[in-house]
């Protein structure tokens, strides 16, 4: 069942179909409180849910007591709670109990779903356990096509433990039924993205190695690590944001348009780019770390975890050769931020205008924001009269503000998991490649 690195995975068989329900592993946990009741509540408040919910734990809950977490988790994120929304939401949810290493935890699952055609089996549980469960579910006879499985990142450590999860879980599954989600990427579609540049004719004949001195992709958090000690300092901020986050973030922004509708021939586009791109150059790599850190719960004793990080890469393609693209993440920053940047060649001295001297051009700039609000900024050099010669000026626009609130970013994948959309998600070939080029690091 597995697929070939870099080989053209078949057609996906489990693409397009509707779920006829939706299976959440770990209900009881912290993502399920802090963001998947809150997504399920705003896609049912949207008309969008379609299908029953089960949720599935170890703990020993009553559907009563599965109802009043789910409304303190909404409450907890700030929604104000419209009750014919929320008693909607109650009524498709149902909850199983039991140990993911018991073989009768899915026959009770199998019993609860009924006879489903294309379930959805969310995965919000680590993942070391992935394996052991999508094993009990086709043990059970849930995971036959067009069944999904859907997991969320980290998809390993480096190269050879995502090779070794995939492994363990193509043993039970194609790669088309597995859903690999990033919540950062549902903070602006990927759909939108693309449609910012190729829809605009006015960006795309400059967005290339003639006329761009170099793109930044930064995420900023003014925020630490807080009370993720345990989580986050085995981990740091490259493998944490870059290979997945950041990273995706670069290959819509280098990726050629794709010549076609379909979740396989978007994502043969973003590998040709991950494929381009050399292994990472430690001389060109910076790692930090916050003052403070060493002080959070969890964290180790002298502990050497990067809390920040910079790198530059080069995409070795026809486009893009000899642009410099670098990234940066960290946290405990001025500013929480994340933006793709940008930044056009500057053009010769102006000699035709000695009123301006010997002043170079500012160089033109586009900020495409991402978080904590979407948007774009142009910043461009002009002469104004009323300003006695040229000065840079700014054009920003927040999207939020010209069209309305957004879904939020669970709710895009959430949304797509159940729809069949594998678009969000990332194939293996391409995790891979994203560990090939930071393992130098």
Known sequence: ??????????????????????????????????????????????????????????????????????????????E????????????????????????????????????????????????????????????????KQPARVVVEKPFGHDLESARALAAEIHRYIDESQLFRIDHFLGKMGLDEFLYLRFANSNLEPVWNRENVAAIEITMAESFGVEDRGHFYDPVGALRDVVVNHLMQLLAAAAMEAPAGDDPRTLKDAKFAVFRSIPDADPAHYVRGQYDGYLDIDGVASGSTTETYAALRLEVDNWRWAGVPWFIRTGKR?????????????????????????????????LIIKLDPITGIRLILDAHRADKGGP???????????????????????????????????????????????????
């Not at 199983?96 to 779903?113: K, M, P, Q």
């Not at 500013?335 to 035709?352: A, D, I, M, N, S």
């Not at 994948?413 to 069949?420: I, Q, R, S, T």
């Open 80 to 143: 104000q709670i419209d009750e014919a929304v929320f008693d909607r939401l109650v009524d498709r949810m149902s909850y199983v109990s039991g140990d993911f290493d018991d073989g009768a935890t899915y026959e009770r699952v199998a019993g609860a779903i009924g006879d489903a055609q294309c379930p959805v089996f969310y995965l919000e549980i680590p993942p070391f356990l992935f394996g052991r469960v999508i094993k009990g579910l086709t043990e059970a006879g849930l995971t």
């Open 333 to 365: 920053l001025p500013v929480t931020q994340t933006e793709v940047r940008v930044v056009f060649r500057r053009p010769p001295r102006l000699g035709f205008l000695p009123s301006i001297g010997n002043r170079a051009p500012v160089q033109s700039q």
């Open 391 to 441: 000065q840079e000026i700014t054009m920003d626009m927040e999207f939020e503000t010209e069209g309305g609130e957004g879904p939020t970013p669970y709710e895009v994948l959430l949304h797509a998991a159940m729809e069949g959309n594998s678009a969000p998600s990332t194939r293996q070939d391409s995790v891979e490649e994203t560990w090939r080029i930071m393992m130098p690091l």
């Open 1 to 78: 069942m597995t697929t070939a690195v870099g080989a053209r995975p078949r057609a996906e068989a489990a693409e397009g179909q509707v779920a006829d329900v939706f299976v959440i592993f770990g209900i009881t946990g912290d993502l399920a409180k802090v963001m998947t009741f809150h997504s399920l509540y705003r896609l049912e408040q949207r008309d969008l849910l379609r299908c029953p919910i089960v949720g599935v734990a170890v703990s020993d809950w009553s559907k009563q007591d599965l109802s009043s977490h789910a409304r303190a988790a909404i409450e907890g994120s700030g």
